[in-house]
């Protein structure tokens, strides 16, 4: 089995535009973390940025994961729920805010290292634009690649990962897709900058995300970081229980996983809005471990000899044999 | 177990807009009834129009569904591939070709009687518009309604299931949604019309298939008449075998429509543009089967129960566990 | 010239999932109040429940609207941000939530009363569902039917114009396309209770506009009660500057509003997260105004033979000579 | 004024799915030729091979582009509708069919230069998948660019512009949006591999294509090589007169495309189906070059600043009071 992890703050309250004080009520830092150790399988956890760590309380966040036996998987900086952020962050116009950034990127990179956690996933959600003839694409699109660069040179310690997006907060982001990604990561150039596929973000990206693992490992020469899961209609971010909507595509993901040598962690993404948040992250975990127990050396190379022979009637036969009762 | 039918098209050879004579050969006709009296379960056959049937040959059609055992469950009155129809055909501008269209119907209609067939399903695929101002929405919209009446009302015997397409091959198609059409179907106000959901088409309107089954049954009062699955992206009628992309919503369509009383056929329409469609029929058939095989008295209180609680994690684990091995 | 309006609220912050607080600081109400009396044209003001006006403060919103010399176009019950509508409001599985939501519902109507406004925009944003097998669809969507009818028959003097839209904050809603709407309201059977479209809600919906209105006021009988204006990449409500990414739709809508004898409000309904709020409103404002300047008796005349002729090309040369530079 | 250019066989016979042999009748070569040259501003020519010309017609072709005054400006190698493609050309699993598609790859090679034509416009629509689980996305990605490898190296004389699109006929094209298709072109890595932007294929993969632009210019060093320009509604090619839908990204489109110094054709690429083909290429070129004259080097310049600022109201206000009466 890969190793399973997820996100804090899915644990907690979540809101919407319509109900900004959200859907739940506030529960105490360590009972999320004790909630998320009580999930078989889960042995890491990732931490976003003033929502659920800051260089006040890292150390003592540090201790709770310690006791609940719980690895810090990486940090997610928050570049986007700073009212400073609002025009941009990384990729901001303004370069007192873009300076802001890095020196608060850098400030996530001490965290992690005081963590033991050797991983950033960047999401840099403001970063984009919304209307057309609202951005210097060429200027602002550069001034995105240099500040990560300048952190990641400044940090050749910590990974960085590139969590692309099409839209959401902005309807168009600078880190769109694997491809846009991958070829910002290409042009800062540095080995420890790479990408983070979240499933549900390349759904709405249309994105077959087999592919994208497959372009991320291959063009980039192993460049696919880590993983976010979660489930959606294809036209937004739902973020919902793994296996909700969609079933086969997680079946290939993982043998493609497999096959391409990723070696990450395998971390739950969600947003239970309205939801038991530990049971939805549970049952995420428990689909795609039931999808991964079944991956075998044997069914690996079935599935090799499927994707050659490329008979849509027959794989199709295979899933429903190989995984319904 | 529901009685299952296949449209007789979907065995033979099927084209697109860039190679016009086909992915496959020809076959004979009799070859692709036999072919899908070959497949378990399947009862009926669906003729389209021209493609299928027509006067000259409807008698000699009879006689091979005979032999193979095969009922006729509905003509497909060809409406979409004449060129006369290009710009319309029930809704046609040019009351000539909206007259060319009535009679033509009433064609259908009696190689229906003389199959012994008692339901016409019309996808009026040519009826819409592509652009911006190119419809006079309320007159169009009314001669639609007007030609389906007349056909309807001279004959009480046949019952009329309108199949929804919100697009292509027009752009915007005056028949698009569940309810659009059963607002069409109650205007006309006449028994004998209903309207056929197409799965496929209910997913890229957005619907979720169960409520439009719901609406359709409540506010209708039955008029659901027909149905036609398949599978696809959500975003272009891909036409694919059932099950390919997604799960949990055909278990729910297969609940809603024993739940509704529905009691016509579980018909396929598939374009298996490559694929061994023998082969990409019977895969559907049995993903159907396999889901309705589940559906025991039991069962059904148990979604019922499930539907009432509306606990999404519960229900998520109620389909990993009754489903997946 | 047709009566225009804004929502108080799209001057005020503006909030999302990641930015609870907002993205602007917030500005005293009779700001807000002056700010919409300052562009040219807006004579009418719609008010959020709870966001905009409560028991509490209604008649001191009745002053400050006086004082600047604006109507009161609507009120829209805050039926979407308190916590307890989470699962639904007025089709809540909680009876005791639904009535909660009627008796709510019928305080607006109250302040309604008090402020002479004679209109409830009904947009039940909690109700409708988010997983496969979460809701029983035929018990909730009669429980919302029911709610509507209760508060409908016992203010007669009031209009009640249910708004639909496809989805957010739950994945898919219950009032959810124009069509569907209109049943329900047709299933209701009290001639105060019609329909909103926003421009928006119908653009994700995958509906033509304007043929949403021909259907609302044709099937309907006038059953098009109000308007709400913005614009979208089609795939979100992005809360947009009309104008800002379509323009054709826009002129075939303002036409078929006449066309219909559409005699209500033109609203703006946007979410200016970072723009100058008064000036996004102002150019919306504008934006239909340059189109609606030029729907004179003649041009009228033109567009009914266009829209007979359905020459795509003829209309598009139309369109550029019309209304371009 | 740039180039202006139009694909011949947008001016012939047109078909889809369900009408096989076409809206329209077929009309001689010559008469599709004299068309274009009828269209104000349109100095050449895109010939689709197969459809327009082979081996056996390409002298007499050239000569009637001579008498009609027109250049090639690139050859479409029929990699699409030849049936021997239907599981894949130049990606095919069976390497005798990649063998065929190189060869006749190089045979269009041959055909643009006897025809003094330096483009070849690589759109592989057959090459990609339908099904979960259909294709080895290593092996097949990577013969697909062996196999342009192959032909761009033997013919260095000759810019091979390669289109992608995200479907159709597949449902997922390996050379699907501008990122992935930079990315081969890159690991091709020859200086006479670059990429051709479909503005209607960049809409549906959810591109703004300005930002495609600016991304294969400057990532790419100038691996823009090539234009296609129509409209459509954002989730289907449907091939649309540009601005039929659409209007401010045209203007940010074509701002960039000067800013990025592309100096190569803008060519029509539509299907009007039911159309008069002439007057629809006719609008589009119309309505660009409506656009582009307002370019003037002040107007290059107030863009410049407005990009810059990120004021959406302003930019607005500047698209309204540029471009409209």
Not at 30 to 52: F, H, M
Not at 130 to 153: F, V
Not at 269 to 288: H, I, N, T
């Amino acid at each position: 089995m890969s190793k399973y992890s997820v996100i804090l703050g899915n644990l907690g309250n979540t809101c919407d535009r319509f109900l900004s004080t959200g859907y739940k009520d506030e529960l105490p830092k360590e009972t999320l973390i004790r909630q998320a150790s009580e999930i078989d399988g889960v042995e890491g956890i990732e931490l976003v940025g003033t929502w659920d760590v800051s260089k006040d309380n890292v150390d003592a966040v540090g201790e709770m994961l310690d006791k609940y036996n719980l690895r810090c998987v990486s940090i997610i900086p928050d570049h986007f729920s700073q009212k400073r952020w609002g025009r941009g962050c990384l990729a901001a116009k303004d370069p007192d805010i873009r300076k802001q950034g890095l020196d608060y990127t850098m400030e996530c990179v001490e965290m992690a290292r005081s963590l033991g956690c050797t991983n950033l996933n960047i999401w840099p959600g403001q970063d984009g634009y919304d209307y057309t003839l609202q951005s210097h694409l060429i200027e602002e699109r550069g001034w995105m690649a240099e500040t990560i660069r300048k952190a990641a040179e400044a940090a050749p310690d910590i990974k960085f990962a590139l969590e692309y997006k099409p839209m959401e907060p902005r309807n168009f982001s600078f880190m769109a897709r694997a491809s846009d990604t991958l070829l910002m990561a290409k042009e800062i150039g540095l080995d420890n900058v790479g990408v983070c596929i979240d499933t549900g973000h390349a759904f709405i990206a249309g994105e077959n995300v087999s592919e994208s693992i497959v372009i991320l490992q291959e063009y980039g020469k192993n460049k696919l970081f880590h993983m976010h899961f979660n489930d959606n209609y294809d036209n937004w971010d739902d973020d919902m229980i793994v296996g909700s909507v969609h079933f086969p595509r997680y079946v290939e993901m993982l043998f493609w996983l497999k096959e391409t040598g990723y070696n990450g962690w395998y971390s739950m993404d969600q947003y239970p809005y309205r939801e038991d948040a530990q049971g939805a992250l549970r049952e995420s975990v428990m689909f795609l471990q039931m999808i991964e127990s079944k991956l075998t050396n044997e069914v690996m190379d079935q599935i090799r000899n499927i994707v050659r022979k490329g008979d849509a009637v027959a794989s199709q036969r295979w899933l429903r044999e190989t995984f319904f009762k």
